[in-house]
């Protein structure tokens, strides 16, 4: 059985040097410091500040959706029915039922995740 998959990715020495990358571009070209939608650059970044960039995004959606499909395990063995849910007829085979059809989604999801991952490190045109 394959554990911390999650953890043991996320501490990789090319995660943590595309994150810290990142991180130094973002403080770098960024007026006000955090990652945010809509944020307000002191420049544009360069290509190569653009590439890291692209690259931290990538493997961060990558690493969350890893991360919630090793708590899909949770919540598969952890039914716990509230009033409304048991009104709404919800069961623990319907719970379960739903949980694997997430698991099989989410892992269509890694595969589209890490071929956009691939196609932005190897700065495919």
Not at 3 to 30: A, C, M, Q, R, W
Not at 49 to 76: D, K, N, R, S
Not at 87 to 93: E, I, M, P, Q
Request: aromatic share 12%; with cysteine; charged share 20%.
């Amino acid at each position: 059985m394959i554990t911390d998959t999650y953890d043991s990715l996320s501490k990789h020495p090319f995660v943590e040097e595309v994150f810290k990358l990142g991180i130094d571009i973002n403080k770098e070209i960024v007026k006000l410091n955090g990652f945010k939608v809509g944020a307000e650059y002191k420049r544009d970044p360069t290509e190569a500040e653009f590439y890291c960039l692209q690259l931290g995004f990538c493997l961060a959606h990558l690493l969350t959706v890893i991360q919630q499909m090793e708590h899909t395990v949770l919540y598969m063995s952890n039914f716990s029915p509230s009033d409304m849910m048991k009104k709404a007829g919800v069961t623990r085979s319907t719970h379960l039922l739903w949980s694997v059809e997430n698991y099989i989604v989410r892992t269509q999801t890694v595969y589209d995740r890490l071929l956009v991952l691939v196609d932005r490190l190897f700065h495919i045109p």
